[in-house]
């Protein structure tokens, strides 16, 4: 068992993240330590399919403990995490007379806990939350720290809020059943970590993928050093991230030093573009950072920032992750126009998230950026 502390100043809020496997039978016992003995009925928001493969057994461990839950089943999807979807929760909310001291609990990966967490922070101007993310881009970040919202037709995440969980039980075991795409995924968020935060996180990741590839991973289950090294890698991933949150909670519109949360969005520039023009249908949005990460460390490296050095490393630990699906049949003029609705833009300039080196991230505002040269970078990218 591994055990991470987030500790929030701005808010005063604490909460634990419990790493290990086998933790779904005990869930009751884990949420019920979470929460005030006032809490009565717990709302569980899932897929279908995630609900089929743990559903029963978090449910039927939440009951044992004395909770009556309900289940409110959304659609798979990126698509599906929206304004239309966040209604039908709430409304859910409604029918079942959740109250203030009732909870929501997030069964699922990130589009479950992204929706979830908002519905939580809107139903009733907030109740807690809990969350149990059963995919590796959703236990290493988006289960952390508090980011919470829903997709529009003007970009990505653009409505949502900061809603801190009450605690974060991830169980290794759920990993077992993902597809090697959502590893994938999971693994260029892991592989974007690294290479924000230092040597020794990026080096873990990068011998990690060297020894047990995605696309064999469900092999590797009744490996008991395996177990424990995706434990340890997991507890360092959600670690450097918890660190970054509880220095700057609700990412400081006015800090741009390298431990700023911003830094946590290198790649996503690109990845929320290629995710918003192709209408969230082609890539997990991991995939997406795995493209997002490449093309921020290639500009670098353009704009003299980066050695090739360490692009051509990033460039190999990106593909140790699996294929990424293809991407040069994509406008680059689309793409640009999709960056105009980043929310990472502050008085009206885009701020990209560029690499000095492996683990010395750089804030670099777009009007520094000559147009004519990211036009001719992105399009020489998405052809290559």
């Known amino acids: 068992m ?3 502390t987030v500790k929030l100043n701005q808010t005063s809020h ?27 009925k717990i709302a569980v928001v899932s897929n279908r399919k995630v609900f089929g493969l743990y559903g029963e057994a978090v449910k039927k461990s939440f009951e044992k403990s004395g909770f009556e839950s309900h289940v409110f089943l959304m659609k798979d ?8 979807t966040l209604e039908e929760a709430v409304k859910f909310f409604t029918e079942k007379k959740l109250t203030r001291t009732d909870t929501v609990v997030a069964l699922g990966g990130g589009v479950v806990g992204d929706l979830a967490g908002f519905a939580s922070a809107v139903f009733l101007r907030g109740i807690s939350f809990l969350q149990i993310p059963t995919t590796l881009l959703a236990m290493i970040d988006s289960s952390v720290g508090g980011k919470t919202g829903v997709n529009t037709k003007f970009g990505k995440n653009l409505m949502g809020a900061f809603h801190q969980p009450n605690g974060v039980l991830i169980d290794v075991e759920t990993l077992q059943t993902l597809p090697r795409r959502e590893l994938t995924a999971g693994f260029c968020e892991a592989i ?3 290479a924000i935060a230092d040597k020794k996180l990026f080096n873990q990741t990068a011998e990690f993928l060297e020894n047990y590839s995605p696309n064999r991973f469900k092999n590797y289950f009744k490996d008991e050093k395996f177990l424990s090294e995706l434990g340890k890698l997991i507890a360092a991933q959600v670690a450097f991230k918890a660190k970054i949150v509880m220095q700057d909670e609700k990412e400081n519109t006015e800090r741009v030093d390298s431990k ?10 690109l990845a929320h573009a290629l995710e918003k023009v192709t209408d969230y249908k ?3 949005h991991g995939e997406a950072v795995g493209y997002g990460i490449l093309f921020a460390a290639e500009l670098s490296k353009r704009l003299d920032i980066l050695d090739e050095n360490e692009l051509n490393l990033l460039e190999n630990v990106v593909g140790r992750a699996g294929a990424l699906p293809e991407n040069c049949d994509i406008n680059s003029r689309e793409v640009l126009e999709a960056f105009a609705f980043d929310k990472k833009s502050i008085n009206d300039s885009l701020q990209w998230i ?9 804030i670099y505002k777009n009007k520094n ?14 052809r290559k």
């Open 354 to 362: 560029l690499l000095e080196s492996i683990g010395k991230p750089l």
């Open 260 to 269: 700023s949360r911003k830094i946590l969005n290198f790649g996503h520039t």
């Open 77 to 84: 999807g990126e698509k599906y995490k929206n304004f239309h």
């Open 369 to 382: 950026i000559p147009q004519t040269f990211l036009e001719t970078t992105l399009k020489e990218f998405l």
């Open 14 to 40: 604490t909460y634990n993240i419990k790493i290990g496997n086998n933790l779904l039978k005990a869930s009751g016992d884990w949420a019920r330590m979470c929460l005030s003995q006032k809490t009565k």
């Open 282 to 284: 082609r890539f997990k």
């Open 192 to 194: 974007k970590q690294g």
């Open 2 to 4: 591994e055990k991470v």
